[in-house]
């Protein structure tokens, strides 16, 4: 599926939404498609301001076992790496793993029309914008059109957050969108930092924001949940916000939830 609009419209939705106004959107260097493994890819977005935060972005592109593209999380991105994209496949699946991110989906649902969007449990934590055609909601499994490619589950026990976690099956990675961040310290933000520091989410080591752990209020299925995530043959991990990691990743993930197993 090509993209249906041009290149000076894809540009303006680079600063376009309503949500990350024009002036919380910062400068970036132009995005490039990096491949993390086999059919897999990622891409680096500009940095966008949500509950005050500026935080980096990334998003995830597959390609699927029946040659179809899934786009998770997707970001803005100029029009020769959206050429790139379409070059890989049709694009059918927009992904927003998790609850903050479906405001995303608007801007890829104008390039590709006829893409498939599908989202998490909607919950007071949801963003979004105007009224999606959305397909349908992500659930504790792998949807038909990419079970051959990953596994899924619904990292469950937080009423404000049920994340998406996927396991891409030829490359070995688990992608995941919110709960763990890493966030190196940002130049002239001193405040930024500071917060990142008391969340427990600062770089080198990240982890789960103390906001996401103080609202797991249902410690048992969070468990389930984290049983089902370790039980993934995964040595690397995407991230939205923060470097991915591309070996042990497990050992991290494990360090990252270390809160929730007792
Ligand atoms: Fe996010």
Redesign the pocket.
């Known amino acids: 599926m090509k993209p249906n609009i041009d290149q000076s419209k894809i540009l303006e939705l680079k600063t376009e939404s309503k949500l990350a106004r024009k002036d919380d959107v910062e400068t970036f260097p132009m995005p490039e498609l990096q491949a993390f493994g086999k059919n897999i890819w990622i891409i680096d977005g500009p940095k966008v301001r949500?509950m005050g935060i500026m935080?980096t972005?990334r998003m995830m592109i597959a390609k699927l076992a029946n040659g179809s593209i899934l786009v998770n999380?997707p970001v803005p991105v100029p029009f020769d790496t959206l050429n790139r994209i379409t070059e890989l496949g049709p694009v059918k699946y927009l992904v927003a793993a998790?609850p903050?991110?479906v405001w995303r989906l608007d801007s890829w649902h104008t390039l590709f029309p006829e893409a498939q969007l599908w989202v998490p449990r909607p919950t007071p934590f949801t963003l979004k914008k105007g009224n999606l055609p959305i397909t349908g909601i992500l659930r504790d499994s792998p949807n038909q059109a990419w079970a051959d490619d990953f596994d899924q589950l619904a990292f469950k026990g937080n009423p404000l957050i049920e994340e998406i976690m996927f396991y891409h099956k030829d490359s070995q990675s688990v992608i995941l969108?919110?709960l763990i961040q890493i966030h190196p310290p940002m130049k002239g933000q001193p405040f930024h930092n500071v917060l990142f520091k008391l969340e427990g989410v600062e770089s080198p080591h990240g982890g789960v924001g103390l906001d996401l752990k103080l609202t797991f209020t249902h410690r048992k299925l969070a468990r389930q949940s984290l049983e089902k995530l370790l039980s993934w043959d995964f040595d690397k991990l995407i991230i939205?916000?923060g470097p991915c990691i591309e070996k042990d990743a497990k050992q991290f993930v494990k360090q990252a939830f270390h809160w929730l197993m007792h």
């Open positions: 949500d935080f972005t999380s998790t903050r991110h969108d919110d939205a916000h």
